[in-house]
């Protein structure tokens, strides 16, 4: 039978009043509930009440129908109202039935119906007009149970009133306006409900669910007790669930297993369980709830196949021969013979708090002292009693180097370094011990020591020094080429040499690993202090004791017994079926709202126990948590935006929301077409340059026909277009800079905020182009293409950028020529190029110091820029207009340009100065 967990919810925990009449699930996975104050939704954590003061007409709501996108709600004394959209709306307009006692609601044809206990029928609430609102069907009994149950509408007698003169099945047609009985083998019957399911109806008929088709009946469930009534029967995946009362006012709730024909109690009383049940209703994740007059809510919730062992017992170590069990506690060995289905307690006053295995035939119980008689054997200072039949299968040892003699009998000569090994401090450090085809894996306290039984060598070492996360080695996995290692802080994967640490967004709730286990499946179970965690598919799925986990912390994980996975913790052991490959916890459900720009309203739907993590992501940048159900962007900087949401279960995948899109418009003075205007009276003045360029090129081709010639006369036009530039546009940009400056500057504009402000920008961007169109002119200067001015202008810009910064910058260069001129264009491109990477390290880098080298060798030119900053990953960094604009540039001039990054960052630049 399939495992569940019963959970209580009253009035403490959030509900309005504990009692209550009707559970229904909407479409999206709601819990939606009816109570004697107000009616409740529910979304696994919190609950949220509409009442008189949201615009009900009563607070005793009855029941709940769904009815198109939207939910119909019958109250006691208000009629029948519309819930849309978490908000009630005024649907019943006649005063009378505004005030009409609902019990039940059903939706038949896109039509609305209720009725209630004292009536002779069912009124149609979606008519317009008052006259319409009739008694639609007059039977003589009074408080005849009224059921819309698939396809039909039934009559039936109410189990609560056996006094009402309606017997047997009725089914009635509305078209027609008649009621016919379903069938005469239940004439005089009790029916106490009707419940339709995978195109059957099922009856409840006292003490049996009879299975209903064509008017044929057939017993599908018939309880031993032949005095009970069946109440409630509502069917599951595995199981079905049946509220039967055996005595009066005194009801019990079982599982009915439909593979074994076995019945479970789910005894709630031991929940607090002591009154009726008033619905049932089986959700979409196979989950079962029920609501009670007078015990609130009962959520039984399904949960992974699992059975216990040694409860309460805190289980350090565990290990199993063919028919033998053995379990280690702090103050006791367990042995568990499978065969006789006996246990034996081997007890003992102090502590062992250790761990044991299994050589051969023999149990190795590690740090206890090795004294020991054929009735006794001494842990610590104390002597345990054992029987004589296990004397010859347990070995006390009182270190792992006891392990480490026993395994090396087969070494005729010992190993100097290993001698060496064992001599020396490490010795009292090691932690486990672990051989694997004449390999040797030493677990200390002082990293991990790899040793050759062939070669007689220590072939490997590793430690925090070279990647490990921590020096203390707890427990290592071999599969392959690949070694899982377990630290006192942490994970860490051994391949080809290579260390990798497991890190992830979603990491281990606790870095301090006790064990880890690598399944058939090979997947990565990890004992921890918080409980235990599955790695697969690059991803930490967490299990705790606010999942569900009995016990706080789990010392080990083994596959126990064949498909069988077996965690022992402080609170005993669990088992799981493992006969599968892991499969993690369903996630929860994600909505999300965003009614106004830039303004995210989140709820998130589960059902399961433990920790939900919700997280967004902005355009290409990393996931950021989000703290509450609403996330306010409306501070964020002008521009277009794609946001993006996610929600998990620590024991679950996550479940993304779709990609909203919004922007925030940028002030008209931060325009492009504010900049736009600025750009186009600069290009007209470049424009009237290049005309008179052009005027005198057109002269030049005229008259120079040799190429030496055209060459003088082209660096002429050059320095030409440099001083022009300089005499005309470069001269008025400063003049600009210096009066806009000495405006600020006058006292008397210092109220005048917009005048200053707008002043300010124009300052900003005027020394902005002053100084772009510097670089500009100098590298159309004929100057500019000599490599030693080259080296000049840039390294006069790096000093002037990093003075003053505390970063100390060094220029160095190793030429084999001098008075080397560059390939046309060559210049500008290098500039711009190391500009952009001097920026970047002096913004992110965190260096100390920056070294700009430039290096000509037979042709070649290699410029690199080094720092001894943080560096980035290239991997994660998201990728601006800079680099990309470097590469680009790199590309024009036909160079190659690389980046690298680890511990600082290296720019270098190669190309051949004449191809």
Same mark, same amino acid.
């Given at each position: 039978?399939?495992?569940? +967990?019963?959970?209580?919810?009253?009035?403490?925990?959030?509900?309005?009043?504990?009692?209550?009449?009707?559970?229904? %699930?909407?479409?999206?996975?709601?819990?939606?509930?009816?109570?004697?104050?107000?009616?409740?939704?529910?979304?696994?954590?919190?609950?949220?009440?509409?009442?008189?003061?949201?615009?009900?007409?009563?607070?005793?709501?009855?029941?709940?129908?769904?009815?198109?996108?939207?939910?119909?709600?019958?109250?006691?004394?208000?009629?029948?109202? $519309?819930?849309?959209?978490?908000?009630?709306?005024?649907?019943?307009?006649?005063?009378?039935?505004?005030?009409?006692?609902?019990?039940?609601?059903?939706?038949?044809?896109?039509?609305?119906?209720?009725?209630?206990?004292?009536?002779?029928?069912?009124?149609?609430?979606?008519?317009?007009?008052?006259?319409?609102?009739?008694?639609?069907?007059?039977?003589?009994?009074?408080?005849?149970?009224?059921?819309?149950?698939?396809?039909?509408?039934?009559?039936?007698?109410?189990?609560?009133?056996?006094?009402?003169?309606?017997?047997?099945?009725?089914?009635?047609?509305?078209?027609?306006?008649?009621?016919?009985?379903?069938?005469?083998?239940?004439?005089?019957? *009790?029916?106490?409900?009707?419940?339709?399911?995978?195109?059957?109806?099922?009856?409840?008929? /006292?003490?049996?669910?009879?299975?209903?088709?064509?008017?044929? $009946?057939?017993?599908?469930?018939?309880?031993?007790?032949?005095?009970?009534?069946?109440?409630?029967?509502?069917?599951?995946?595995?199981?079905?669930?049946?509220?039967?009362? +055996?005595?009066?006012?005194?009801? @019990?709730?079982?599982?009915?297993?439909?593979?074994?024909?076995?019945?479970?109690?789910?005894?709630?009383?031991?929940?607090?369980?002591?009154?009726?049940?008033?619905?049932?209703?089986?959700?979409?994740?196979?989950?079962?709830?029920?609501?009670?007059?007078?015990?609130?809510?009962?959520?039984?919730?399904?949960?992974?196949?699992?059975?216990?062992?040694?409860?309460?017992?805190?289980?350090?170590?565990?290990?199993?021969?063919?028919?033998?069990?053995?379990?280690?506690?702090?103050?006791?060995?367990?042995?568990?013979?499978?065969?006789?289905?006996?246990? *034996?307690?081997?007890?003992?006053?102090?502590?062992?708090?250790?761990?044991?295995?299994?050589?051969?035939?023999?149990?190795?119980?590690?740090?206890?002292?090795?004294?020991?008689?054929?009735?006794?054997?001494?842990?610590?200072?104390?002597?345990?009693?054992?029987?004589?039949?296990?004397?010859?299968?347990?070995?006390?040892?009182?270190?792992?180097?006891?392990?480490?003699?026993?395994?090396?009998?087969?070494?005729?000569?010992?190993?100097?370094?290993?001698?060496?090994?064992?001599?020396?401090?490490?010795?009292?450090?090691?932690?486990?011990?672990?051989?694997?085809?004449?390999?040797?894996?030493?677990?200390?306290?002082?990293?991990?020591?790899?040793?050759?039984?062939?070669?007689?060598?220590?072939?490997?070492?590793?430690?925090?020094?070279?990647?490990?996360?921590?020096?203390?080695?707890?427990?290592?996995?071999?599969?392959?080429?690949?070694?899982?290692?377990?630290?006192?802080?942490?994970?860490?994967?051994?391949?080809?040499?290579?260390?990798?640490?497991?890190?992830?967004?979603?990491?281990?709730?606790?870095?301090?690993?006790?064990?880890?286990?690598?399944?058939?499946?090979?997947?990565?179970?990890?004992?921890? /202090?918080?409980?235990?965690?599955?790695?697969?598919?690059?991803?930490?799925?967490?299990?705790?004791?606010?999942?569900?986990?009995?016990?706080?912390?789990?010392?080990?994980?083994?596959?126990?017994?064949?498909?069988?996975?077996?965690?022992?913790?402080?609170?005993?052991?669990?088992?799981?079926?493992?006969?599968?490959?892991?499969?993690?916890?369903?996630?929860?459900?994600?909505?999300?709202?965003?009614?106004?720009?830039?303004?995210?309203?989140?709820?998130?739907?589960?059902?399961?126990?433990?920790?939900?993590?919700? %997280?967004?992501?902005?355009?290409?940048?990393?996931?950021?948590?989000?703290?509450?159900?609403?996330?306010?962007?409306?501070?964020?900087?002008?521009?277009?935006?794609?946001?993006?949401?996610?929600?998990?279960?620590?024991?679950?995948?996550?479940?993304?929301?779709?990609?909203?899109?919004?922007?925030?418009?940028?002030?008209?003075?931060?325009?492009?077409?504010?900049?736009? *205007?600025?750009?186009?009276?600069?290009?007209?003045?470049?424009?009237?340059?290049?005309?008179?360029?052009?005027?005198?090129?057109?002269?030049?081709?005229?008259?120079?026909? %040799?190429?030496?010639?055209? /060459?003088?006369?082209?660096?002429?036009? @050059?320095?030409?277009?440099?001083?022009?530039?300089?005499?005309?546009?470069?001269?008025?940009?400063?003049?600009?800079?210096?009066?806009?400056?000495?405006?600020?500057?006058?006292?008397?504009?210092?109220?005048?905020?917009?005048?200053?402000?707008?002043?300010? $920008?124009?300052?900003?961007?005027?020394? *902005?182009?002053?100084?772009?169109?510097?670089?500009?002119?100098?590298?159309?200067?004929?100057?500019?293409?000599?490599?030693?001015?080259?080296?000049?202008?840039?390294?006069?810009?790096?000093?002037?950028?990093?003075?003053?910064?505390?970063?100390?910058?060094?220029?160095?260069?190793?030429?084999?020529?001098?008075?080397?001129?560059?390939?046309?264009?060559?210049?500008?491109?290098?500039?711009?190029?190391?500009?952009?990477?001097?920026?970047?390290?002096?913004?992110?880098?965190?260096?100390?110091?920056?070294?700009?080298?430039?290096?000509?060798?037979?042709?070649?030119?290699?410029?690199?820029?080094?720092?001894?900053?943080?560096?980035?990953?290239?991997?994660?960094?998201? @990728?601006?207009?800079?680099?990309?604009?470097? @590469?680009?540039?790199?590309?024009?001039?036909?160079?190659?340009?690389?980046?690298?990054?680890?511990?600082?960052?290296?720019?270098?630049?190669?190309?051949?100065?004449?191809?």
């Amino acid at each position: 039978m399939a495992q569940y +967990e019963v959970i209580s919810y009253l009035a403490k925990d959030g509900l309005p009043h504990d009692f209550c009449y009707k559970v229904f %699930e909407d479409d999206k996975g709601y819990i939606w509930i009816a109570t004697d104050d107000g009616l409740v939704k529910f979304n696994g954590r919190s609950f949220k009440r509409l009442s008189i003061n949201e615009g009900l007409n009563s607070n005793y709501t009855i029941d709940i129908a769904k009815y198109n996108n939207s939910l119909a709600i019958g109250t006691w004394g208000g009629g029948i109202q $519309l819930i849309e959209n978490d908000s009630v709306v005024n649907f019943t307009p006649n005063k009378i039935l505004n005030t009409t006692k609902i019990n039940s609601v059903f939706v038949y044809k896109n039509q609305i119906y209720g009725s209630n206990s004292f009536s002779k029928g069912f009124y149609n609430f979606s008519k317009k007009t008052a006259g319409d609102y009739k008694n639609i069907i007059y039977h003589k009994s009074a408080g005849c149970k009224i059921k819309r149950e698939g396809r039909g509408i039934f009559f039936m007698d109410n189990f609560y009133n056996p006094e009402a003169n309606l017997k047997g099945l009725w089914k009635y047609d509305i078209e027609k306006n008649t009621l016919k009985e379903v069938t005469s083998k239940l004439k005089n019957k *009790s029916i106490s409900d009707v419940k339709y399911h995978n195109g059957k109806y099922y009856v409840n008929v /006292q003490n049996k669910v009879l299975e209903l088709t064509n008017k044929n $009946l057939k017993t599908h469930i018939e309880l031993e007790n032949d005095k009970a009534t069946i109440v409630f029967f509502e069917p599951g995946k595995d199981v079905n669930l049946i509220v039967f009362e +055996e005595k009066k006012g005194k009801q @019990r709730v079982v599982f009915f297993d439909r593979k074994t024909k076995k019945y479970k109690d789910l005894e709630l009383e031991k929940k607090g369980f002591n009154t009726k049940v008033s619905s049932v209703l089986k959700d979409s994740n196979d989950n079962f709830w029920l609501t009670t007059n007078g015990n609130g809510v009962f959520l039984i919730r399904k949960i992974k196949e699992i059975f216990h062992l040694l409860k309460n017992k805190n289980i350090i170590d565990l290990a199993q021969k063919v028919n033998v069990k053995y379990f280690l506690t702090p103050k006791e060995l367990i042995i568990q013979e499978t065969n006789k289905r006996s246990i *034996s307690h081997l007890l003992n006053t102090g502590i062992i708090n250790n761990r044991l295995s299994l050589l051969k035939d023999t149990l190795i119980i590690y740090n206890v002292t090795r004294e020991y008689n054929s009735n006794f054997f001494k842990l610590g200072n104390n002597y345990i009693s054992t029987r004589s039949d296990f004397k010859e299968k347990i070995k006390v040892v009182d270190k792992e180097l006891a392990r480490l003699k026993i395994n090396f009998k087969s070494i005729k000569a010992a190993s100097t370094k290993l001698d060496l090994f064992f001599k020396n401090s490490y010795t009292n450090d090691i932690n486990k011990i672990i051989e694997k085809e004449n390999i040797i894996w030493f677990l200390t306290n002082n990293g991990l020591y790899v040793y050759s039984k062939v070669d007689r060598e220590f072939i490997f070492y590793y430690n925090k020094k070279n990647g490990l996360l921590s020096d203390k080695i707890t427990d290592i996995q071999i599969y392959e080429d690949k070694i899982w290692v377990g630290t006192a802080n942490g994970l860490s994967l051994i391949e080809n040499g290579e260390i990798v640490n497991i890190n992830s967004i979603n990491k281990l709730p606790q870095t301090s690993i006790n064990n880890l286990y690598l399944d058939k499946h090979n997947v990565l179970w990890i004992a921890h /202090q918080k409980g235990y965690s599955v790695y697969t598919n690059n991803m930490f799925y967490n299990f705790s004791n606010k999942t569900g986990l009995t016990s706080s912390f789990v010392n080990k994980i083994n596959e126990f017994e064949k498909d069988k996975i077996c965690i022992a913790g402080n609170k005993g052991i669990i088992v799981l079926n493992n006969k599968l490959p892991f499969i993690p916890n369903k996630p929860p459900k994600l909505f999300v709202n965003n009614k106004k720009k830039g303004i995210f309203n989140l709820d998130i739907i589960t059902y399961d126990k433990g920790n939900v993590i919700t %997280e967004y992501k902005l355009n290409s940048l990393l996931w950021q948590p989000v703290k509450t159900n609403k996330l306010d962007l409306t501070g964020i900087d002008y521009g277009t935006y794609k946001i993006e949401f996610r929600s998990r279960l620590q024991s679950s995948d996550w479940v993304y929301s779709k990609i909203f899109e919004f922007s925030k418009p940028t002030p008209w003075y931060k325009t492009i077409y504010f900049y736009l *205007s600025i750009g186009l009276l600069i290009l007209l003045l470049m424009l009237w340059q290049v005309i008179n360029i052009q005027k005198q090129n057109n002269l030049l081709r005229k008259t120079i026909f %040799e190429k030496s010639e055209i /060459q003088k006369e082209f660096q002429n036009v @050059r320095e030409n277009i440099a001083r022009d530039f300089h005499d005309e546009l470069g001269n008025k940009l400063a003049g600009i800079i210096v009066m806009s400056d000495l405006i600020l500057k006058d006292k008397t504009n210092i109220d005048k905020s917009n005048l200053s402000n707008k002043i300010k $920008l124009i300052n900003n961007s005027a020394s *902005s182009l002053y100084f772009g169109i510097k670089d500009f002119i100098w590298g159309i200067n004929s100057k500019s293409d000599r490599l030693d001015e080259l080296i000049f202008y840039i390294s006069d810009f790096g000093e002037e950028l990093f003075f003053d910064t505390g970063i100390k910058f060094r220029l160095n260069k190793k030429l084999d020529q001098k008075n080397i001129l560059l390939p046309n264009y060559w210049s500008r491109h290098i500039l711009l190029i190391f500009k952009e990477a001097m920026t970047n390290t002096l913004k992110y880098s965190k260096a100390e110091e920056v070294s700009l080298d430039f290096v000509l060798n037979n042709e070649e030119l290699t410029i690199k820029l080094s720092d001894d900053g943080i560096g980035f990953n290239q991997r994660t960094i998201v @990728r601006g207009n800079g680099i990309n604009n470097m @590469r680009f540039r790199a590309e024009k001039i036909h160079c190659n340009l690389d980046i690298f990054s680890n511990r600082g960052t290296i720019v270098v630049l190669k190309g051949k100065t004449k191809k």
